[in-house]
């Protein structure tokens, strides 16, 4: 088999959709699987287009998502640039060669020209208006010319594209590694310009002559190129390089939740959930758009969310690294039907690798959260309350979030559990609770849950009775982690303080 070499392309145009991000990671996964090459190219030739601050964000985003790059646009490699703004040099030379060939010519028609040609095949009921087989013999090219009024025009400066001249009435075969073979009728395919009159080729030449100057094995990307696919696969053939052209596979959309469309940046931000890898700014309109990163997910299970939508590992296993997602991974179980994103099955994964964390590896979270707000807390006490609240997170600013109440005593309470717990029996509890942890000398969970079992006992109360009004009084609010184990991290002390405060504040309501 020829050495695997696959290629992110993406172009500068804004943030890097969460798409660009699976697109990356099937690349990668094939790459690694078979000791090949991951590269990163920059297809920037759509210059108006373009976006400052675009490049580095998605290279900055790769390598948050553990995407390795080993050749490419930030590291180099034997076949630079790989930035397509700087290779402009080399396209010119293959669009001339078409050319000279006798598979592209040279058009002069102007955006007036061009929209009038729409306009008429219009009004005459036309199925489209392309420039093709069909039209182009009526356009101001150099088919269509004659040589002496082709060389004025050349002389005179007058701009002109290069287009692709499709053959007539031909078969065209694209194998997709996923799809099967796709077969399309070149009629349906219309001259697309290759080379802009601004001297940049276009998408469609550079992409062909970059995978083949590249020595790409295997082209992996989003299902919105595979109606380019037939053309490209024309190019391969007039270029004379069939032998060389990659494999095809065109990966399943991104849906909307509910499976009607494309999932698109709008969709994202109207459910309230990220589009972009990372925060991304947008340069022209300073709008924040904010990222997996910074709302809490972490790399490793947005990584595992990805690589489901679209492929299965044909088992029930759910959770994989990196390292076995590159053992199992294989084109041939990615379908062919769009997959339906949803966000909750992100969060999933999120909650599964952040409770597969050492209570110690959490406490950094809950460290970096509590220094933020200038409370000091040791690294093992951190390591207690996250191991405490471990099982009720989903990101690691909720340790914060939810347990703001280790190292802040309550000042107000839950208004609803007041109203329906607080009562004679639960005061007559809790004092007497609090008389009793008093005169503990040893005060754990265990603890502290067998002498409320005493003293409700004692007072014939059942212990579920009050329970919640514990719990408001230790925490402020009606649900949280085992509250015996609350109490134990907050220590003796604080927790008669606290119900002591709640006695003084509340007074019974039912
Ligand atoms: N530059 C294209 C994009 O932005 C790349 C398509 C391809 O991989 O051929 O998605």
New binding site residues.
Partial sequence: MKDVRV?????P?GGLHIG?IR?ALYNYLLARQNKGTMILRI?DTDQGRFVPGAEEYIIDSLKWAGIQIDEGQSVGGPYAPYRQSERKEIYKVYAQQLVTDGHAYYAFDTEQDLEAMREKLKSQGADNQQYGITTRMQMRNSLALSETEVSSLMNSGAPYVIRFKVPENVEVKVNDLIRGEVVVNSNQVDDKVLMKSDGMPT?HLA?VVDDYLMKISH?I??EE?LPSAPLHVLLYKYFGWEKEMPQFAHLPLLLKPDGNGKLSKRDADKMGFPIFPRNWTDPKTGELSKGYKESGYLPEALINFLVFLGWNPGTTQEIFSMEELIRTFSIERIGKAGAKFDISKAQWFNQQYLRAKSNEELADYLLTSLSKENIKCSKDMAAKVCGAMKERVTFPQEFWEHGKFFFQAPKEFEQSVISKKWNDDAVKVLAAYRAEVLTLTVFNAEIAKASLEKVTASLNIGTGKILQALRVSITGQGSGPDLMLAMEIIGKEETCSRINYALDTLKPTV
């Fill in positions: 290629r992110f392309a993406p172009s145009t660009g697109t297809e998408y992409n082209v990307r989003g190129w």
